[in-house]
Nanobody, 121 residues
């Protein structure tokens, strides 16, 4: 599976961004999908996941502000980010797995290249 993330950019605190991740090379509807993020010098951390059956889960730090969704017909997963905070500044990575997405980064099969989100105060 190849994953191509897009939609990152610079936004002021309180603003919104929507990330997209287009998958190719496999039947995406059979994969769990998710998002992680990483700040330089820190470990990659879980943000959100959506299962093949559309079950979703979020990190506590983004719950109520971020929404993950998927469109299998377009082979794309989205991350709608609202009420952004400077602490959300990071490179965001799309991830896919043939099973369930794990909150442990190393347990997931496929990674995209990342898209940078910068939130100014």
């Amino acid at each position: 599976v190849q994953l191509q993330a897009s939609g990152g950019g610079l936004v002021q605190a309180g603003g919104s961004l929507k990330l997209s991740c287009r998958a190719s090379g496999a039947t995406v509807s059979t994969y769990g999908m998710g998002w992680f993020r990483q700040v330089p010098g820190k470990e990659r951390e879980f943000v959100a996941l959506i299962s093949r059956s559309y079950y979703s889960a979020y990190a506590d730090s983004v719950k109520g502000r971020f929404t993950i969704s998927r469109d299998n017909a377009k082979a794309t997963v989205y991350l709608q980010m609202n009420s952004l905070e400077p602490e959300d500044t990071a490179v965001y990575y799309c991830v896919a797995d043939r099973g369930a997405i794990s909150r442990s980064p190393q347990a997931n099969d496929y990674w995209g290249q990342g898209t940078l989100v910068t939130v100014s105060s």
